[in-house]
Protein backbone atom coordinates (compact mmCIF):
# COMPACT_ATOMS: atom_id res chain seq x y z
CA UNK A 1 0.00 0.00 0.00
CA UNK A 2 1.44 3.50 -0.74
CA UNK A 3 0.89 6.26 1.71
CA UNK A 4 1.38 10.13 1.10
CA UNK A 5 2.12 12.01 4.19
CA UNK A 6 1.70 15.50 4.53
CA UNK A 7 2.96 17.55 7.82
CA UNK A 8 4.76 20.86 7.55
CA UNK A 9 6.73 19.73 11.11
CA UNK A 10 9.77 17.81 10.16
CA UNK A 11 9.54 15.51 13.20
CA UNK A 12 6.35 14.37 12.77
CA UNK A 13 6.78 13.57 9.17
CA UNK A 14 9.62 11.48 10.01
CA UNK A 15 7.85 9.61 12.87
CA UNK A 16 5.21 8.92 10.86
CA UNK A 17 7.07 7.79 7.87
CA UNK A 18 9.49 5.23 10.22
CA UNK A 19 6.59 3.61 11.78
CA UNK A 20 4.74 3.44 8.66
CA UNK A 21 7.73 2.03 6.98
CA UNK A 22 8.32 -0.77 10.17
CA UNK A 23 4.42 -1.55 8.64
CA UNK A 24 5.42 -2.56 5.42
CA UNK A 25 3.94 0.42 3.78
CA UNK A 26 5.41 2.14 1.10
CA UNK A 27 5.68 6.36 1.57
CA UNK A 28 5.90 9.78 -0.24
CA UNK A 29 6.12 12.65 1.86
CA UNK A 30 4.88 16.17 1.53
CA UNK A 31 5.73 19.55 3.41
CA UNK A 32 2.67 21.65 2.51
CA UNK A 33 -0.68 21.85 1.27
CA UNK A 34 0.18 22.78 -2.12
CA UNK A 35 3.22 20.32 -2.17
CA UNK A 36 0.63 17.43 -1.35
CA UNK A 37 -1.53 18.47 -4.77
CA UNK A 38 1.33 18.06 -6.72
CA UNK A 39 2.56 14.72 -5.22
CA UNK A 40 -1.28 13.53 -5.39
CA UNK A 41 -1.05 14.78 -9.39
CA UNK A 42 2.06 13.08 -9.77
CA UNK A 43 1.04 9.55 -8.27
CA UNK A 44 -2.51 9.66 -7.94
CA UNK A 45 -2.51 6.13 -9.91
CA UNK A 46 -0.12 4.47 -7.25
CA UNK A 47 -1.71 6.17 -3.74
CA UNK A 48 -3.87 4.49 -1.62
CA UNK A 49 -4.23 6.62 1.33
CA UNK A 50 -3.46 10.58 2.71
CA UNK A 51 -2.24 11.03 5.64
CA UNK A 52 -2.68 15.18 6.13
CA UNK A 53 -1.87 17.30 9.24
CA UNK A 54 -4.69 20.11 9.50
CA UNK A 55 -2.63 22.93 10.51
CA UNK A 56 0.00 24.56 8.23
CA UNK A 57 1.12 27.53 6.43
CA UNK A 58 -0.10 28.85 3.30
CA UNK A 59 -2.63 26.00 2.87
CA UNK A 60 -3.71 23.92 5.03
CA UNK A 61 -5.09 20.50 4.96
CA UNK A 62 -8.62 20.85 4.81
CA UNK A 63 -8.27 23.86 1.67
CA UNK A 64 -6.02 20.69 0.24
CA UNK A 65 -8.11 17.96 0.35
CA UNK A 66 -10.82 19.87 -1.05
CA UNK A 67 -9.06 20.72 -4.08
CA UNK A 68 -7.96 16.88 -4.62
CA UNK A 69 -11.38 15.99 -4.20
CA UNK A 70 -12.08 18.21 -7.45
CA UNK A 71 -9.07 16.78 -9.25
CA UNK A 72 -10.61 13.67 -8.63
CA UNK A 73 -14.08 14.57 -10.03
CA UNK A 74 -12.34 16.58 -13.33
CA UNK A 75 -10.84 13.39 -14.01
CA UNK A 76 -13.49 11.00 -12.96
CA UNK A 77 -10.85 9.02 -10.56
CA UNK A 78 -12.29 6.52 -7.97
CA UNK A 79 -12.14 7.64 -3.96
CA UNK A 80 -8.92 7.92 -2.61
CA UNK A 81 -9.08 7.39 1.88
CA UNK A 82 -7.81 10.68 3.18
CA UNK A 83 -7.41 10.52 7.46
CA UNK A 84 -6.69 13.85 9.08
CA UNK A 85 -4.31 14.12 12.14
CA UNK A 86 -4.37 17.10 14.21
CA UNK A 87 -3.93 18.56 17.64
CA UNK A 88 -7.26 19.94 18.26
CA UNK A 89 -10.22 17.84 19.54
CA UNK A 90 -12.91 19.95 18.64
CA UNK A 91 -16.13 18.25 17.86
CA UNK A 92 -16.45 21.39 14.52
CA UNK A 93 -13.02 20.76 13.52
CA UNK A 94 -13.79 17.48 13.22
CA UNK A 95 -17.36 17.99 11.55
CA UNK A 96 -14.95 20.46 9.30
CA UNK A 97 -12.65 17.75 8.03
CA UNK A 98 -15.46 15.20 6.84
CA UNK A 99 -17.09 18.12 4.81
CA UNK A 100 -13.62 18.68 3.48
CA UNK A 101 -13.54 14.99 1.99
CA UNK A 102 -11.84 13.51 4.85
CA UNK A 103 -12.77 10.13 5.46
CA UNK A 104 -11.28 9.53 9.54
CA UNK A 105 -9.61 11.76 11.63
CA UNK A 106 -6.59 11.32 14.54
CA UNK A 107 -5.91 13.22 17.05
CA UNK A 108 -1.93 14.03 18.19
CA UNK A 109 -0.17 12.24 19.53
CA UNK A 110 -1.00 9.63 17.82
CA UNK A 111 -0.77 6.25 19.41
CA UNK A 112 1.30 3.74 17.42
CA UNK A 113 -1.32 1.12 18.40
CA UNK A 114 -4.74 3.23 17.02
CA UNK A 115 -2.23 4.41 13.81
CA UNK A 116 -1.69 0.27 13.02
CA UNK A 117 -5.33 -0.40 13.62
CA UNK A 118 -6.24 2.45 11.23
CA UNK A 119 -3.97 1.41 8.57
CA UNK A 120 -5.20 -2.00 8.68
CA UNK A 121 -8.51 -0.95 8.27
CA UNK A 122 -7.31 1.05 5.60
CA UNK A 123 -5.32 -1.61 3.74
CA UNK A 124 -8.52 -3.42 3.59
CA UNK A 125 -10.56 -0.44 2.02
CA UNK A 126 -7.30 -0.13 -0.52
CA UNK A 127 -7.77 -4.16 -1.45
CA UNK A 128 -11.65 -3.30 -2.03
CA UNK A 129 -10.78 -0.23 -4.63
CA UNK A 130 -8.19 -1.99 -6.34
CA UNK A 131 -10.95 -4.61 -7.42
CA UNK A 132 -13.40 -2.41 -7.68
CA UNK A 133 -11.18 -0.16 -9.93
CA UNK A 134 -10.11 -4.20 -11.78
CA UNK A 135 -13.85 -4.80 -12.26
CA UNK A 136 -14.79 -1.56 -13.37
CA UNK A 137 -12.56 -1.55 -16.32
CA UNK A 138 -13.06 -4.72 -17.10
CA UNK A 139 -16.59 -3.94 -17.62
CA UNK A 140 -15.76 -0.81 -19.45
CA UNK A 141 -13.74 -3.39 -21.69
CA UNK A 142 -16.70 -5.70 -22.23
CA UNK A 143 -19.25 -2.45 -22.72
CA UNK A 144 -16.71 -0.81 -25.68
CA UNK A 145 -15.09 -3.43 -26.85
CA UNK A 146 -15.80 -6.09 -29.64
CA UNK A 147 -15.30 -9.52 -28.54
CA UNK A 148 -13.61 -10.94 -31.48
CA UNK A 149 -11.32 -8.13 -33.12
CA UNK A 150 -10.59 -5.98 -30.05
CA UNK A 151 -11.56 -3.13 -31.99
CA UNK A 152 -14.18 -0.42 -30.71
CA UNK A 153 -17.78 -1.92 -30.77
CA UNK A 154 -20.44 0.07 -32.98
CA UNK A 155 -21.84 1.43 -29.30
CA UNK A 156 -18.19 3.01 -28.49
CA UNK A 157 -17.42 3.91 -32.53
CA UNK A 158 -20.38 6.26 -32.68
CA UNK A 159 -19.78 7.89 -29.07
CA UNK A 160 -16.13 8.40 -30.44
CA UNK A 161 -17.56 10.10 -33.56
CA UNK A 162 -19.48 12.23 -32.34
CA UNK A 163 -16.59 13.12 -30.12
CA UNK A 164 -14.37 13.75 -33.02
CA UNK A 165 -17.26 16.00 -34.59
CA UNK A 166 -17.86 18.33 -31.80
CA UNK A 167 -13.90 18.51 -31.81
CA UNK A 168 -14.13 19.28 -35.13
CA UNK A 169 -16.86 22.21 -35.13
CA UNK A 170 -14.81 23.75 -32.09
CA UNK A 171 -11.18 24.20 -33.79
CA UNK A 172 -12.34 23.76 -37.54
CA UNK A 173 -10.27 20.95 -38.09
CA UNK A 174 -11.42 17.94 -40.84
CA UNK A 175 -12.52 14.26 -39.97
CA UNK A 176 -12.35 11.55 -42.21
CA UNK A 177 -14.60 8.44 -41.37
CA UNK A 178 -14.88 5.98 -43.72
CA UNK A 179 -17.04 2.44 -43.31
CA UNK A 180 -15.55 -0.75 -45.24
CA UNK A 181 -15.92 -4.57 -45.51
CA UNK A 182 -14.38 -7.29 -46.79
CA UNK A 183 -15.16 -8.22 -50.30
CA UNK A 184 -17.20 -11.66 -50.83
CA UNK A 185 -16.85 -12.53 -47.33
CA UNK A 186 -19.87 -15.03 -47.44
CA UNK A 187 -17.28 -17.11 -49.78
CA UNK A 188 -14.63 -16.87 -47.21
CA UNK A 189 -17.10 -18.17 -44.66
CA UNK A 190 -18.21 -21.22 -47.32
CA UNK A 191 -15.26 -22.16 -48.51
CA UNK A 192 -12.37 -22.49 -45.73
CA UNK A 193 -15.26 -22.10 -42.90
CA UNK A 194 -16.27 -19.63 -40.03
CA UNK A 195 -13.20 -20.46 -37.55
CA UNK A 196 -11.06 -19.21 -40.97
CA UNK A 197 -13.82 -16.19 -41.52
CA UNK A 198 -13.26 -15.16 -37.94
CA UNK A 199 -9.24 -15.19 -38.40
CA UNK A 200 -9.75 -13.12 -40.91
CA UNK A 201 -11.39 -10.63 -39.38
CA UNK A 202 -8.67 -10.85 -36.68
CA UNK A 203 -6.04 -10.52 -38.76
CA UNK A 204 -7.36 -7.29 -41.08
CA UNK A 205 -8.30 -5.15 -38.01
CA UNK A 206 -4.44 -6.06 -36.67
CA UNK A 207 -3.09 -4.87 -39.82
CA UNK A 208 -4.90 -1.95 -39.73
CA UNK A 209 -4.47 -0.81 -35.96
CA UNK A 210 -0.43 -0.92 -36.53
CA UNK A 211 -0.77 1.44 -38.99
CA UNK A 212 -3.32 3.94 -37.32
CA UNK A 213 -2.19 6.70 -36.28
CA UNK A 214 -2.16 7.95 -32.17
CA UNK A 215 -6.06 8.98 -31.64
CA UNK A 216 -7.56 7.21 -35.18
CA UNK A 217 -10.27 4.67 -34.42
CA UNK A 218 -11.18 1.56 -35.80
CA UNK A 219 -14.29 -0.11 -35.25
CA UNK A 220 -16.40 -3.40 -35.90
CA UNK A 221 -19.57 -2.09 -37.23
CA UNK A 222 -21.26 -5.50 -37.84
CA UNK A 223 -20.48 -8.81 -39.22
CA UNK A 224 -17.81 -8.05 -42.20
CA UNK A 225 -18.05 -4.41 -41.42
CA UNK A 226 -15.82 -1.62 -40.04
CA UNK A 227 -15.43 1.88 -39.32
CA UNK A 228 -12.20 4.02 -39.54
CA UNK A 229 -12.01 7.73 -38.16
CA UNK A 230 -9.17 9.84 -39.02
CA UNK A 231 -9.35 12.87 -37.06
CA UNK A 232 -7.44 16.00 -38.23
CA UNK A 233 -6.67 15.23 -41.68
CA UNK A 234 -5.55 16.97 -44.16
CA UNK A 235 -8.36 16.86 -47.57
CA UNK A 236 -5.37 16.43 -49.97
CA UNK A 237 -4.39 13.98 -47.85
CA UNK A 238 -7.81 11.67 -47.42
CA UNK A 239 -7.44 9.53 -50.65
CA UNK A 240 -4.37 8.19 -50.15
CA UNK A 241 -4.40 7.48 -46.54
CA UNK A 242 -7.72 4.88 -47.35
CA UNK A 243 -6.37 3.90 -50.30
CA UNK A 244 -3.03 2.60 -47.90
CA UNK A 245 -5.60 0.77 -45.55
CA UNK A 246 -6.97 -1.34 -48.81
CA UNK A 247 -3.65 -1.90 -50.06
CA UNK A 248 -2.99 -3.12 -46.65
CA UNK A 249 -5.67 -5.55 -46.51
CA UNK A 250 -5.26 -6.47 -50.23
CA UNK A 251 -1.35 -7.15 -50.68
CA UNK A 252 -0.96 -10.55 -48.52
CA UNK A 253 -3.57 -13.07 -48.08
CA UNK A 254 -4.80 -14.29 -44.70
CA UNK A 255 -2.80 -17.49 -43.50
CA UNK A 256 -4.82 -19.79 -41.81
CA UNK A 257 -3.74 -23.41 -41.10
CA UNK A 258 -1.30 -23.46 -43.76
CA UNK A 259 -3.78 -21.71 -46.25
CA UNK A 260 -3.56 -19.05 -48.12
CA UNK A 261 -6.79 -16.89 -48.19
CA UNK A 262 -7.39 -13.76 -50.61
CA UNK A 263 -8.93 -10.45 -48.89
CA UNK A 264 -9.71 -7.39 -50.75
CA UNK A 265 -12.13 -4.52 -49.07
CA UNK A 266 -14.24 -2.00 -50.34
CA UNK A 267 -14.15 1.45 -48.53
CA UNK A 268 -16.52 4.78 -48.68
CA UNK A 269 -15.06 7.65 -47.50
CA UNK A 270 -17.24 10.99 -46.63
CA UNK A 271 -15.44 14.24 -44.86
CA UNK A 272 -16.10 16.23 -42.10
CA UNK A 273 -15.36 19.88 -41.87
CA UNK A 274 -18.08 20.98 -39.31
CA UNK A 275 -20.68 21.32 -40.95
CA UNK A 276 -24.11 21.23 -39.16
CA UNK A 277 -24.23 17.86 -40.22
CA UNK A 278 -25.45 14.70 -37.93
CA UNK A 279 -23.07 11.57 -37.61
CA UNK A 280 -25.99 9.90 -39.00
CA UNK A 281 -25.51 11.97 -42.20
CA UNK A 282 -22.48 11.78 -42.31
CA UNK A 283 -22.04 8.35 -41.70
CA UNK A 284 -24.53 7.76 -44.56
CA UNK A 285 -22.81 9.36 -47.05
CA UNK A 286 -19.66 6.72 -46.03
CA UNK A 287 -22.06 4.41 -46.76
CA UNK A 288 -23.11 5.47 -50.21
CA UNK A 289 -19.24 6.01 -51.06
CA UNK A 290 -19.16 2.08 -50.19
CA UNK A 291 -21.21 0.73 -51.77
CA UNK A 292 -20.62 2.49 -55.15
CA UNK A 293 -17.27 0.95 -54.44
CA UNK A 294 -19.02 -2.18 -54.25
CA UNK A 295 -21.07 -1.69 -57.24
CA UNK A 296 -17.57 -0.37 -59.48
CA UNK A 297 -15.81 -3.38 -58.83
CA UNK A 298 -15.01 -3.97 -55.38
CA UNK A 299 -11.34 -3.67 -54.05
CA UNK A 300 -10.95 0.21 -54.21
CA UNK A 301 -11.71 3.17 -52.28
CA UNK A 302 -14.60 5.89 -52.91
CA UNK A 303 -14.11 9.58 -51.74
CA UNK A 304 -15.95 12.58 -53.60
CA UNK A 305 -13.99 15.66 -52.23
Known amino acids: MKVLIVDDTNTDRLLLKLHLSKLGYEVIEAANGQEAIEQFVEHSNELDLILIDVQMPYMNGFEAVKSIREIQEQKKQEWLPVIFLSASAEDTDIEEGILAGGDDYLIKPISQKVLSAKMLAMNRIADMRRR ?129 IAVTASIGVAVYAGEEESKEVLLKRADESLYEAKKTGRNRVVYHP
Not at 173 to 182: E, G, K, M, P, V
Not at 221 to 250: H, K, M, Q, T, W
Open 132 to 260: LVKSNRINNELATTDHLTGSANRRAFESTLEHEMSSSRRYGSRLACAIFDLDKFKVINDTFGHDAGDAVLVEVVNRIKANLREGDTIGRLGGEEFGIILPNVEESEVLAAFDRYRCIVADHPVVHESIN
